[in-house]
């Protein structure tokens, strides 16, 4: 089993992105999915996340600027991320988990200048 991150990169303040993060071995649809991040010198933190039944729920830091979404057929999901800050800086791991397992992806960096 594994999650491949990808989709990251330098952008402008204000700028978009959109990363993406494929599995590869087992069905992963019917488990949660999430978005973390990791700024340099920082604990790893909870982006965004969905559920199997399709509810999504998000950090505060990032409501309104990010969406996730799955597609379950291609097992991969995505973060939209709009309205990019500086502060979004970060590298980003996608995780999934279902029952006693979790797996993470190997991140993406993503930069935003000001």
């Known amino acids: 089993v594994q999650l491949q991150a990808s989709g990251g990169g330098l952008v402008q303040a204000g700028g978009s992105l959109r990363l993406s993060c494929a599995a590869s071995g087992s069905d992963f649809s019917t488990g949660t999915w999430g978005w973390y991040r990791q700024a340099p010198g920082n604990q790893r933190d909870f982006v965004a996340g969905?559920?199997?039944?399709?509810?999504?729920n998000y950090a505060d830091s990032v409501k309104g600027r990010f969406t996730i979404s799955r597609d379950n057929a291609k097992k991969t999901i995505y973060l939209q991320m709009n309205s990019l800050k500086p502060e979004d800086t970060a590298v980003y791991y996608c995780r999934y988990f279902s029952g006693l397992n979790v797996y993470w992806g190997q991140g993406t960096l993503v930069t935003v200048s000001s």
């Open positions: 969905t559920a199997a039944g399709g509810i999504t």
